[in-house]
């Protein structure tokens, strides 16, 4: 459900803008459940072994075919490892655009991969809103930076789209993380307001003024603010279709976390129930909608 919330919108895409598409989501998520696993089971070290593989590819240019990863590196290496324009980037543009586009995508990648090792690290705790910030940008800002059809001209407004994306989804996952003993709330913010990381985790914090201070705060300063930073991508003109689509999509998925957390009293133990049961029905019905002409 989570990957039909973020993404089912690309199913309607022409079947080569589509792929595009695909393929970096297939990326980006096997990396994430890597790193989430080895939170859950780090004697598996799957991501530990990823890293290891991909590290071998930087350095020395070759995948190791008897890597469980080898499809998949080969799939990056042959993207934003090569010397030649990238293609699906648009031929239209130079191949000095061409190169820095390349250059920067493989920038995102290695930056977000150590994202996910640090922010999946056991005892996470984010201290102060300028780590909240970072945090925001070094997970979904990287990601936004690595979609399709990007170009240079919207490289950093995309950075800002993807720090806001963050935001709602830990919004969104907020009950999940919780269960995980999570709490990405700062903890200067949860102090200011008489609230503790493990009164959140364990759903007490629901009900008590402090908490409801916090959140207020966090829906009516924090996340304006982010949407002020975001506005250059979220008016941006002479996207690529598919990028518009995107936007347009995940912009209907904020107002729709915003609406329900607050419909539910900021209860982040309530929200998932109600949240999914809303997605199921839109999702159920944009199915039986007629097809939109594919980009």
Same mark, same amino acid.
């Given at each position: #459900?989570?990957?039909?919330?973020?993404?089912?919108?690309?199913?309607?895409?022409?079947?080569?803008?589509? $792929?595009?598409?695909?393929?970096?989501?297939?990326?980006?998520?096997?990396?994430?459940?890597? *790193?989430?696993?080895?939170?859950?089971? +780090?004697?598996?070290?799957?991501?530990?072994?990823?890293?290891?593989?991909?590290?071998?590819?930087?350095?020395?240019?070759?995948?190791? @075919?008897?890597? +469980?990863?080898?499809?998949?590196?080969?799939?990056?290496?042959?993207?934003?490892?090569?010397?030649?324009?990238? @293609?699906?980037?648009?031929?239209?543009?130079? +191949?000095?655009?061409?190169?820095?586009?390349?250059?920067?995508?493989?920038?995102?990648?290695?930056?977000?991969?150590?994202?996910?090792?640090?922010?999946?690290? @056991?005892?996470?705790?984010?201290?102060?809103?300028?780590?909240?910030?970072?945090?925001?940008?070094?997970?979904?800002?990287?990601?936004? $930076?690595?979609? @399709?059809?990007?170009?240079?001209?919207?490289?950093?407004?995309?950075?800002?789209?993807?720090?806001?994306?963050?935001?709602?989804?830990?919004?969104?996952?907020?009950?999940?993380?919780?269960?995980?003993?999570?709490?990405?709330?700062?903890?200067?913010?949860?102090?200011?307001?008489?609230?503790?990381?493990? $009164?959140?985790?364990?759903?007490?914090?629901?009900?008590?003024?402090?908490?409801?201070?916090?959140?207020?705060?966090?829906?009516?300063?924090?996340?304006?603010?982010?949407?002020?930073?975001? *506005?250059?991508?979220?008016?941006?003109?002479?996207?690529?279709?598919?990028?518009?689509? #995107?936007?347009?999509?995940?912009?209907?998925?904020?107002?729709?976390?915003?609406?329900?957390?607050?419909?539910?009293?900021?209860?982040?133990?309530?929200?998932?129930?109600?949240?999914?049961?809303?997605?199921?029905?839109?999702?159920?019905?944009?199915? $039986?909608?007629?097809?939109?002409?594919?980009?």
């Amino acid at each position: #459900m989570k990957d039909e919330d973020n993404a089912a919108w690309v199913l309607g895409l022409a079947p080569d803008v589509k $792929q595009a598409w695909l393929d970096r989501i297939r990326w980006i998520r096997i990396v994430d459940r890597l *790193a989430e696993n080895e939170r859950i089971e +780090p004697h598996e070290r799957r991501f530990s072994r990823f890293m290891e593989a991909w590290r071998l590819l930087r350095s020395r240019g070759f995948v190791d @075919p008897s890597s +469980p990863f080898a499809s998949e590196l080969s799939a990056i290496r042959a993207l934003w490892l090569r010397d030649e324009s990238d @293609p699906d980037q648009g031929a239209a543009r130079g +191949p000095r655009e061409a190169d820095d586009l390349q250059g920067r995508s493989l920038a995102a990648w290695d930056a977000y991969l150590l994202a996910l090792a640090d922010y999946h690290a @056991p005892g996470l705790l984010i201290r102060t809103m300028k780590e909240h910030d970072t945090m925001l940008m070094r997970l979904s800002g990287h990601i936004f $930076q690595l979609v @399709p059809f990007l170009t240079m001209e919207h490289w950093d407004a995309a950075g800002e789209f993807g720090r806001l994306d963050q935001f709602f989804n830990n919004l969104r996952d907020m009950q999940e993380d919780a269960d995980r003993g999570i709490c990405y709330l700062p903890e200067e913010e949860l102090a200011r307001h008489g609230v503790t990381r493990a $009164q959140v985790i364990s759903g007490r914090c629901v009900g008590m003024s402090g908490y409801e201070r916090l959140m207020r705060s966090w829906l009516d300063e924090v996340m304006p603010a982010l949407c002020a930073r975001a *506005a250059p991508f979220i008016e941006a003109r002479g996207l690529h279709p598919s990028l518009e689509i #995107m936007r347009e999509w995940s912009l209907r998925r904020y107002a729709r976390i915003t609406r329900v957390f607050r419909a539910t009293g900021f209860d982040h133990r309530r929200f998932p129930a109600r949240y999914w049961a809303e997605v199921r029905r839109d999702l159920a019905g944009r199915r $039986q909608l007629p097809r939109a002409h594919p980009v």
